[in-house]
């Protein structure tokens, strides 16, 4: 392209004079620059689109799982047991800190505040053979929700993400959501043995005022995601 410069004495400047028709070139080779961005991006888009629908529903998940995941494809037979310090529930929005604990008045301790989730310490570690369980407040029967407040909205399938103090991570999907009587048998719940597991623990029902405590118990159990 021809440049002619002009200097203007009042700014002691140069200016950069372009002709028409370098102009009507410019704007051209703009125009095949971003059709051919354009292109690109749709082939791209159909690309991952195939990807997709080669994967299955799990491709989503693949994709924006947590960087440090440690039981991805190919890792299911492996124990990967963690200490953990942060529990995930991205369908609910929960982000929330563990804390643990031991037992109570004869039964699980719970969290000290209505924010953080409690794990049984004295049982099996996420990742670990057994039931790693976890139990949070869902409200305090006036107006004060707790951490697990929605836990009744989980659905099968959904998943549940346990990291370490470091951002290891375990990833694991809903497999079944059910109600339990307050005395109901806890040994299979709590096993320290068998496939590895998560156990999510908070009231439901009616509130008693008299027990000061709901009648109901919601358990969520979760598997490996792979």
């Not at 505040?113 to 006036?142: C, M, Q």
């Amino acid at each position: 392209m021809q440049e002619s410069h002009l200097l203007l004495q009042s700014a002691k400047s140069g200016v950069l004079v372009v002709s028409a028709h370098e102009r009507r070139a410019y704007y051209l080779r703009l125009a095949v620059v971003v059709v051919g961005v354009l292109c690109v991006l749709v082939g791209a888009a159909d690309a991952t689109s195939r990807l997709v629908n080669n994967m299955g529903p799990d491709a989503a998940f693949l994709a924006f799982a947590p960087a440090a995941a440690i039981n991805l494809p190919g890792q299911a037979g492996n124990n990967f047991a963690i200490v953990p310090a942060r529990l995930k529930i991205p369908s609910l929005g929960v982000n929330a800190k563990v804390e643990s604990v031991g037992i109570k008045a004869g039964a699980m301790a719970t969290p000290s505040n209505f924010d953080n989730v409690a794990w049984y310490s004295l049982g099996a570690k996420p990742g670990a053979p057994g039931s790693a369980v976890f139990a949070g407040h869902v409200n305090n029967a006036l107006l004060k929700s707790g951490v697990f407040e929605r836990l009744s909205q989980m659905k099968t399938g959904d998943y549940i993400t346990v990291e370490d103090s470091t951002g290891k991570a375990l990833v694991y999907k809903v497999s079944s959501v059910e109600e339990y009587q307050p005395d109901a048998p806890t040994d299979a719940l709590f096993a320290t043995a068998g496939p590895s597991r998560l156990v999510l623990i908070t009231c439901d029902g009616d509130w008693v005022s008299s027990a000061r405590s709901y009648d109901k118990r919601l358990v969520v159990i979760a598997e490996p995601a792979y």
